[in-house]
């Protein structure tokens, strides 16, 4: 099987933000001690991602590349691809077409974050995966503000509701999503919804009618934000703060998930950690240099 591509999708205006992201993309915003689009890019390279597709808007793309660089200095490959409208998640696998190539992917939406015990088995599950797609869900207490996707008792979808009326599950679709190399093809056969999107839910439903959608489920002890109002970012501010301050890990580290990873070595942490003198991220990646060998990756992280 061809090695799995990462799309992050990082478009959008960020409306439900302003007027805080009138000058600045949203994932660019600071969660805590690092921006936004770190938490995914993570994720994604906890999923065993080398390469990477950035969707932006055009005028937000030359802040990315000042960000991101080429990811050579993480052992990645970075493309950006512009995003000239939101017309949908499912545009994405449009947009990116070129740079799959035939190859399966992993998306991750550019606001989500998750965090949790388990989330490296799981992400390792999907990865697997040759045929069909898996989607992340999370209960919530408000199912009804979310796409919910209902399960039989093998944990395989059954059902794909977007915002129901009477939901017949607790399960919110979150924003990671695993698919094979037909997803392109499958969101060029999609209409636009009554909203006029390309909607990632008419997507799944493609797989869920062949028996093809599995579902992730990130359990107790698994946190997910979707930082897309004021609230919910003050939220994920708070929990990755404490998680980090009470643990002793960061959250969302890129050169750490490179590094357990084997993508880089300890002489490339500390050459990152340069430039950012002696902040305590960049005391982070000097204490995990100084330590030799990367520590066991479990719980690292959610993004995706």
């Known amino acids: 099987m061809r090695q799995r591509k990462g799309i992050v999708l990082a478009g959008g205006s960020g409306t ?24 995914p890019l993570s994720l994604l390279i906890m999923a065993g991602v080398e390469e990477i597709a950035v969707i932006t808007t055009p005028d937000d793309q030359p802040a990315f590349r000042r960000l991101l660089g080429d990811g050579g200095q993480l052992g990645l490959a970075f493309e950006f691809i512009a995003q000239p409208a ?42 697997r995966q040759i045929l069909g797609a898996t989607l992340f869900a999370h209960p919530v207490s408000d199912p009804e503000r979310y796409g919910v996707v209902e399960t039989d008792s093998s944990g395989r979808a059954v059902g794909l509701v977007e915002k129901p009326a009477r939901p017949q599950s607790r399960l919110a679709a979150t924003g990671l999503y695993f698919a094979d190399h037909e997803a392109p093809s499958r969101a060029a056969t999609l209409r636009p919804s009554a909203r006029g999107e390309l909607e990632i839910t008419a997507l799944l439903e493609t797989y869920l009618a062949e028996g093809r959608l599995e579902v992730a489920t990130l359990g107790p002890g698994h946190a997910w934000f979707d930082t897309g109002t004021h609230e919910s970012l003050c939220e994920a501010v708070n929990f990755v703060r404490t998680v980090e301050r009470h643990q002793g890990l960061r959250i969302g580290c890129i050169e750490e998930a490179a590094y357990r990873r084997g993508l880089i070595d300890a002489e490339a942490l500390l050459r ?33």
Do not use: C, W
């Open 272 to 304: 990152l950690a340069a430039p950012m003198g002696r902040t305590a991220y960049a005391e982070h990646l000097r204490g995990l240099a100084a330590a030799g060998v990367p520590r066991p990756a479990a719980g690292l992280l959610k993004i995706a």
């Open 16 to 39: 439900r933000l302003h007027p805080v992201t009138l000058g600045v993309s949203k994932q660019l915003l600071p969660v805590h001690d690092k921006p936004m689009i770190y938490y």
């Open 86 to 127: 939101p017309d949908g998640l499912a545009q994405a696998y449009l947009l990116a077409e070129p740079f799959l190539a035939g190859a399966p992917s992993v998306l991750a939406l550019g606001d989500n974050i998750f965090h949790g015990p388990d989330l490296q088995r799981l992400l390792d599950a999907a990865r």
